[in-house]
Each structure stands twice: as structure tokens, then as C-alpha cells.
């Protein structure tokens, strides 16, 4: 059953600009669309997932999506929105890059099913490594104008910008290698829409009049805006960098953390774009939130829904649990209970000072590693001080002044946190 694709990303503010004649092309049976990602690194990050949305409703309303991973566009860039060329990367890492993907991309799309609509992955090094330039100038380059291609906005502003650099041939023709890409989709898979962030509509169109000018066909486009932040600031970046759907470069702690600490604004718009919440159940959870914003229903919603959409129910509960530690009633069990990437997320930026496995192993004197060991405290007159105002504790458990540190205390072998008061943490490492 085909449903109204459109419709539910207009809804969802996932529509930048769409060709005229799209919806309705699209109501009058199985279409084929595709996405097409950058595959410059063997993961993607959450600037991708606007796409890997789009895709999924695609499937959902009942038409066959398609990721195209750019391992020839990989290899000579994209001027759109850049001031510079990206790094061009060996076929070697692109291969892995794209099955690295691909893998990701299973948790969203389903590629293996016997459904007509089962989605599928392409990679448009595969058509374009034996192009050879004198032909791709000859059955492609002769359909476009140069003045066509200058009037681009992306080429426009590489032109018009202060950069030295300037742009390259290379990156001038990558709009006429993108177009040739939707027209051998639309020939070998019958794809008649190409969508992609707002940034890429000109080289989106390229492809539609490829289409029109050589084999005489209607292809469409649909692109959705660029996801900003209400402050500013860049969405996806945090001061470390991307925020990775891989779990090793971005923790599902982290990346928990990155949905909760929205703001009011962007969690509105958010949780509309990535998660697959209905209209009247994300309507309930605004009016929700708006009566009460301190309990910040929406970023935890939003958190929830997609860290267990990327990630897994476990690694949702992990990071509640991990958060908890910091602002709830958590105990030395569940301190334990986190692996030591996620200790090292959640005291990240907590001063450390390491100490020697005989220390340990001899028992630690609480007032000594408060303060002469550790240097938490200024000095054992300080540490005492605090000890008898029942501040201290040591996971999270309060301590007294004749406490000794020993192994039991290590959390994974290798930690003890200490704490004064609420809000003061020290981390005792074992080196």
C-alpha cells in the first residue's frame, strides 16, 4: 500500500523544496528514490541521519530506497557549502568505508527481505571507474552548458568567496558526475527521485535534466533543510568533533547526552525529524512539555527514541544509568556496573591523580588519599575537616574517618571515585 510520502515529511519539517509533480508521482505507485552519502569515513555521524530518515519513510510508505555511497564523487569532492576540497581517499578505504555503512545502514532500512521494496545499496564507483574521460566528455559534458553549471549556487559562492584557494576543474565538474549518477539510476533501477540536503539541489537538478536532455525522461527532487541549532552553533559538532553513530568514536553515553542537553526549540523540531513518534504522539509530548519544561519530557523522549534506534535498548538503559550517577540517587553497585569507557565519559574533565597497585593492595588510608596520595584536599587538616561534616564519600557511598581504600573499592580494577559533597568529584587511578 502506497502512502503519502510527502505529506508525512511535510509535517515532519523535513522539506526544503520539491520539484512540482512529486507527490503526485509518487502516490501513483512504487517509486524508486535514492540518497546519496559521502563515504569519507567508515561510519556515519548524525549530519547523515536527516538522509537515512528520509529513506526510511521512503520504505514506509511503500517505495524501494536506495543509498548510493559517492566512492567516485568520494574521490574528487563536493563544493557545496566547503571553502575547500576534501581529502581524496584510495579505493581500498572506500571499500571498507562503504561496508562499514552499510552495516549501519541495516538498522534503519531493510536491505534483505523479499519485499519489492527492499531497499538497496550502490556504489557509483562501480558504473563511473571505467568511464574514460574523452567518453564522459562525449556523451555527458556535451548536454550541459558551462553557463548552466556557473549558475549554481554552490559554484557561485566558491567563485565569489574571499578563498585564494579558488575551485578546482575537478570539483567544477563534480555537479555533471552527481547528475550522471541519477541518470544511470533512473536507466538501470528505474529511480526517478533523487533527495539530499537543501545544499545539493543544484546538483540535484543537473541530474534531472540529464535525464531530460539525453534519454528525454522526468526526473524529480526533493531536498530537506539544513539542520541548525537554535544558539548558533553547528548541529552534529560538539568540542570533541561529530557526534559518530559507531560506538566506538561517539559512546552511547555521549550520544545520549547530545539529544538530552537540547534546547526547548530544537527539541521540538528534533523529535520530529528523528524519530518515527506519530504527529498526535509527539503533539502530546509538546503540550507536555510546554506545561511543564523543567522536566524536560521532550529531550528525554528524543534521547530515548534514538539512542535505542542507533544503538540498542541495553545501551539506552547503560547511559540512563550512567547519567543517574552524576544527578540521581545512584550507589557504588551501579557505579561498578559501568565499563570503563563510560566511567571515563561520565568524569570526563574530573581531575585524576594516579596511585601505585600497593597502595591498594596495602589498604589506603581515607585521610591519605584524600589528600597526601591523592591532593583531592590541601591537606589532612582539610581532609579531617570534611570527614567529620560527613561530606566525603567514595562511590558514592559516605565514609568515615577511619576508612581504608582497598581492592573491593576499584571499579573496573582500575578506579575509585571520591566525592565532597554534591557536586565535587576526584578520580584515584590505578597506573
Avoid at 154 to 162: E, G, T
Avoid at 402 to 431: A, E, P
Wanted: glycine share 8%; charged share 25%.
Amino acid at each position: 500500500m502506497i502512502k503519502n510520502f510527502v505529506k508525512e515529511l511535510t509535517w515532519r519539517g523535513m522539506i526544503q523544496d520539491s520539484m512540482p509533480g512529486a507527490e503526485e508521482h509518487l502516490l501513483e505507485a512504487m517509486r524508486s528514490a535514492y540518497v546519496g552519502i559521502d563515504p569519507t569515513a567508515d561510519s556515519l555521524h548524525i549530519g547523515h541521519l536527516v538522509g537515512v530518515m528520509g529513506l526510511k519513510h521512503f520504505q514506509l510508505s511503500g517505495h524501494k530506497p536506495i543509498a548510493l555511497v559517492g566512492g567516485a564523487t568520494g574521490m574528487i569532492g563536493d563544493p557545496s557549502g566547503k571553502s575547500n576540497e576534501r581529502n581524496l581517499l584510495n579505493e581500498e578505504t572506500l571499500i571498507h568505508n562503504q561496508n562499514a555503512i552499510k552495516e549501519q545502514l541495516s538498522r534503519f532500512l531493510d536491505f534483505d527481505s523479499e519485499a519489492k521494496n527492499a531497499a538497496v545499496m550502490v556504489n557509483n564507483y562501480d558504473w563511473m571507474k571505467s568511464f574514460s574521460f574523452l567518453e564522459f566528455i562525449r556523451d555527458v559534458g556535451k548536454h550541459i552548458t558551462v553557463n548552466y553549471m556557473m549558475a549554481k549556487d554552490s559554484v557561485k559562492k566558491r567563485l565569489s568567496s574571499d578563498s585564494s584557494v579558488g575551485m578546482s576543474f575537478t570539483e567544477f565538474t563534480y555537479q555533471l558526475v552527481q547528475g550522471y549518477d541519477f541518470l544511470h539510476l533512473y536507466r538501470d533501477k528505474q529511480c526517478t527521485l533523487q533527495m539530499g540536503g537543501s545544499d545539493q539541489w543544484g546538483n540535484i537538478t543537473t541530474g534531472t535534466e540529464l535525464i531530460r536532455r539525453i534519454d528525454g525522461g522526468k526526473g524529480f527532487a526533493l531536498t530537506w533543510p539544513l539542520i541548525t541549532k537554535a544558539d548558533g552553533t553547528k548541529f552534529g559538532k560538539t568540542e570533541g568533533g561529530n557526534i559518530w553513530l559507531d560506538a566506538n568514536r561517539t559512546s552511547p553515553y555521549k550520544f545520549y547526552q547530545y539529544w538530552l542537553n537540547t534546547s526547548d526549540i530544537d527539541a521540538e523540531k528534533y523529535i520530529k525529524i528523528f524519530t518515527f513518534l506519530s504527529e498526535s504522539e509527539i503533539n502530546a509530548l509538546i503540550k507536555e512539555h510546554q506545561e511543564a519544561p523543567h522536566l524536560r519530557v521532550l529531550q528525554k523522549r528524543l534521547a530515548e527514541e534514538i539512542t535505542m534506534m542507533v544503538h540498542s535498548k541495553d545501551d539506552l538503559e547503560n547511559a540512563i544509568k550512567a547519567s543517574d550517577i552524576l544527578f540521581g540517587n545512584s550507589t557504588s553497585n551501579d557505579l561498578k556496573q559501568l565499563n570503563e569507557q563510560t566511567f571515563l565519559d561520565v568524569f570526563d574533565g574530573v581531575p585524576q591523580t594516579e596511585i601505585s597497585k600497593s597502595d591498594i593492595e596495602n589498604g589506603l588510608d581515607i585521610i591519605a588519599a584524600l589528600a597526601e596520595k591523592g591532593g583531592f584536599l590541601k591537606s589532612n587538616g582539610e581532609a579531617r575537616r570534611a570527614l567529620k561534616e560527613n561530606s566525603i564519600s567514595v562511590n558514592k557511598e559516605k565514609v568515615a574517618e577511619d576508612y581504608t581504600i582497598t581492592s573491593k573499592d576499584l571499579i573496573n580494577n582500575k578506579f575509585v571515585l571520591l566525592q565532597r559533597g554534591k557536586k565535587n568529584y576526584f578520580v584515584l587511578c590505578l597506573k
